[in-house]
């Protein structure tokens, strides 16, 4: 006899009055139900029947939960990449100078891009990081990495305009010092992620180094630009490893974009199909006799990383994102409830766009 036959379930007329009150609720909230699942433990079932005939004691608290509260667990927190969405801004659309002769057209293609996102109707908490300096703390671990050196000065000239921007539209701003923006990315992603009420943490950045935050559909990559999402099986299927090897890949293939060079003849199919069975650098046999598989030229490869294995171990350090720096926002603080009116019409006037100012939601 199972839980939903149990005589001293339904023999209650308070809880048999329940059980189909919340069954109605089960079905009317079935979308949202589903994902609820997660975070109490339950396994998404392949319908929202089987969730209530596997477990249904647990599956009516959770159906009643969700018609009590209206399924806060559909809220979704979206995270932008503001260091990467001002260069796409620099370098799309025309450049525009502000009424002191400034170059500000990057940071107002950037405000109308945050605009279309808050204008969505799933985007209620957002949250955008900055590369205040560009430089960080893993400049002092390898000589090589990324610097602004060869950076528009136009361009960094406006990373501070940018940050007070989207302050002024009333976007939560992470400016980062010490750590990178993805630093505080993958923060905001791990913490939010594990808060029962949200159902998806969106991290707006194609940038391949935030494929190592992704948790199935929990934690997911947002390409704007291309509008593609990346999920865990994106992840695969792009990479052809999963997230958790993602700075293993990033260390053997090399990040140009980070100045990190990689191990000689590691290419992305090899990366790949080896990363795939070893996961991790360390687990990477010194002889490729010892693989368990061909692969072309994989002598050569194997003598290439036993030369440099501490070189990869170090780039794996730089390619692997922080998840401890200090954000002091709970997610509360990241719900968005509309612009700083006095400081937005300010900034408009400095930029020379006061039509900025009607495209502001109501």
Not at 281 to 299: H, M, N, Q, T, V
Not at 323 to 349: H, I, N
Request: charged share 25%; glycine share 8%; proline share 5%.
């Amino acid at each position: 006899m199972n839980e939903l036959s149990s005589p001293l379930l339904i023999s209650s007329p308070g809880v048999r009055g329940e059980l189909l009150r919340s069954f109605a609720a089960l079905w009317l909230y079935r979308s949202c139900f589903l994902e609820v699942l997660a975070p109490v433990g339950l396994r998404r079932p392949r319908s929202f029947g089987a969730a209530l005939l596997a477990r249904p004691k647990k599956a009516i608290c959770v159906a009643v939960a969700a018609r009590l509260i209206q399924c806060p667990a559909a809220m979704k927190v979206h995270l932008l990449d503001g260091t990467y969405e001002l260069f796409r801004a620099f370098y799309g659309p025309p450049g525009a100078k502000s009424p002191s002769g400034m170059e500000v057209g990057a940071t107002r293609a950037l405000m109308r891009s945050v605009l279309s996102l808050l204008r969505e109707k799933d985007v209620s908490h957002v949250a955008c990081a900055f590369d205040h300096t560009v430089e960080s703390f893993r400049n002092q671990m390898f000589d090589g990495y990324k610097t602004g050196e060869g950076m528009d000065a136009d361009l960094f000239a406006q990373f501070e305009l940018a940050e007070r921007a989207l302050s002024a539209l009333g976007v939560v701003v992470w400016p980062m010092v010490e750590f990178e923006a993805d630093d505080a990315l993958a923060t905001a992603a791990g913490r939010y992620s594990l808060l029962a009420e949200v159902s998806q943490v969106v991290i707006c950045s194609p940038d391949k180094d935030m494929s190592q935050c992704v948790r199935g559909q929990k934690v997911i990559c947002r390409d704007r630009m291309r509008d593609k999402i990346i999920d865990e099986d994106g992840v695969w299927e792009k990479f052809g490893v999963g997230p958790a090897s993602i700075p293993d890949y990033l260390a053997l293939v090399g990040d140009s974009a980070d100045g990190i060079p990689g191990i000689p003849r590691w290419g992305a199919k090899g990366t790949s199909a080896v990363l795939s069975r070893f996961s991790k650098i360390e687990e990477i046999p010194a002889s490729a006799d010892d693989w368990g598989f061909k692969l072309r030229g994989a002598a050569t490869l194997a003598k290439n990383l036993e030369e440099a294995r501490e070189d990869a171990l170090l780039y794996r350090r730089l390619a692997t994102l922080r998840e401890d720096v200090p954000l002091q926002e709970s997610l509360d603080d990241l719900k968005y409830s509309g612009p700083d009116r006095s400081a937005l019409t300010a900034l408009a006037e400095e930029i020379g766009d006061t039509r900025l100012l009607q495209q502001i939601p109501s």
